[in-house]
């Protein structure tokens, strides 16, 4: 019964050899079945790299069971627990693979987070819209106290030509004023806009419908999104959007959610100011799909590291924040949009990553359950 068990399962002697081991211990931990009947040359614990957090060693110690997690997240995660035999001749040691919970337990902490975020966003909007609206209005209304000014300032000026107001010239008011006003109101309606975008990133949550999405709206609301971290890298930052664009077929946050994870991947790769950051969609009307693709001119990807960069967990910044999920989710979210993510890298010259969607008119055909992740080649 044991043989079928989805854990590796193995009983450990009092004197640290394993004794018996099921069929799926082969390979967990670096033992297999053939290890039987041996330790090794060194303490169990070293074996695992465990040092004294070792569950095998600590159960045969103090009689109690006890489990510890190892492994690395940018490859797999493992639970082991070893529990006492009543006779005391040993543990019973149990090895269950746990990467693909810990991997859905952290999507979930992202997901609840973006909750939090979208309750923040909300509130924001609120408070910020109803003083911005009251803004455009006064401005409008000292726009048409200007327009009735002038003839008086014309006159005060006949009478006294060196007349000046906050000390500007009727000249330069006359040239200056207005401008400001239209500068005042532009940015009062680009407020609006940003306001806009938090509250529809808010319904998206609540809203994860499929329809009919045009890629560029998708990269223009995420490109809102990110003006200051884009601003904050300093690239030499350029868009080449096709106009025209058919429209693909998913869900305008999820697919939001890919784009933003690929800019701010591309604007983390930059190493120096004015380095090249480029953004671009088309269609490929061989392969009937429509494209964006995010250049940049960072620092590249290691070609033994290029193709695990959708493994979960798998980054090179973890001492910077990183938690190696962005390209994971983003290479799930496009896989159920029957899509697929193209990397090219070179190292120490930069990065292209492709998002390929297939377009409306082909989009039910070929969506599948199946899309990998693929690396292109010079």
Not at 10 to 31: E, K, P
Not at 196 to 210: A, C, G, I, P, Y
Not at 212 to 218: A, G, K, S
């Amino acid at each position: 019964m044991l043989e079928g068990f989805p854990s590796a399962i193995a009983r450990i002697d009092a004197a640290g050899r394993m004794v018996w081991s099921n069929r799926r211990s082969g390979g967990v931990l670096g033992q297999s079945p053939t290890d039987v009947g041996h330790s090794g040359d060194r303490p169990l614990h070293d074996c695992y790299g465990l040092g004294e957090r070792c569950p095998v060693c600590c159960a045969l110690s103090s009689g109690r069971p006890c489990e510890e997690q190892v492994g690395d997240e940018r490859d797999r995660l493992w639970h082991i627990k070893a529990i006492p035999l009543p006779d005391n001749s040993g543990v019973i040691r149990i090895t269950t693979d746990v990467t693909e919970e810990h991997r859905l337990r952290l999507e979930h902490e992202q997901a609840s987070r973006l909750a939090a975020v979208g309750e923040l966003a909300a509130g924001i909007a609120h408070e910020i819209n109803n003083p911005n609206g009251m803004i455009q209005m006064n401005l409008g209304l000292i726009a048409d106290v200007w327009n009735d000014l002038q003839p008086l300032l014309d006159d005060a000026q006949s009478r006294q030509p060196d007349l000046s107001l906050a000390g500007l010239s009727a000249e330069r008011l006359r040239m200056e004023l207005p401008q400001v006003l239209e500068d005042m109101l532009h940015a009062s309606f680009r407020i609006k806009g940003i306001v806009e975008d938090l509250k529809s990133f808010v319904r998206r949550q609540d809203e994860d419908r499929m329809e009919d999405i045009d890629l560029n709206q998708v990269y223009l609301t995420a490109a809102r999104l990110l003006r200051n971290q884009i601003k904050k890298c300093q690239a030499d930052y350029r868009e080449h959007l096709m106009h025209g664009l058919p429209p693909v077929h998913g869900q305008f946050r999820h697919l939001e959610q890919v784009v933003i994870n690929l800019v701010m991947n591309a604007c983390q790769a930059l190493e120096k100011p004015g380095a090249s950051l480029a953004v671009s969609t088309w269609y490929d009307t061989e392969q009937k799909e429509v494209v964006l693709a995010v250049e940049d001119g960072g620092k590249g990807i290691a070609p033994q590291d290029l193709p695990r960069v959708t493994d979960p967990f798998f980054t090179t910044r973890r001492t910077q924040g990183g938690t190696g999920l962005g390209l994971s989710v983003s290479q799930r979210i496009v896989r159920e949009h029957g899509g697929k993510l193209l990397f090219q890298s070179e190292l120490g010259r930069g990065t292209r990553v492709e998002l390929r969607l297939p377009a409306v008119e082909t989009a039910e055909e070929e969506r599948s359950d199946t899309a990998d992740a693929c690396v292109l080649t010079g």
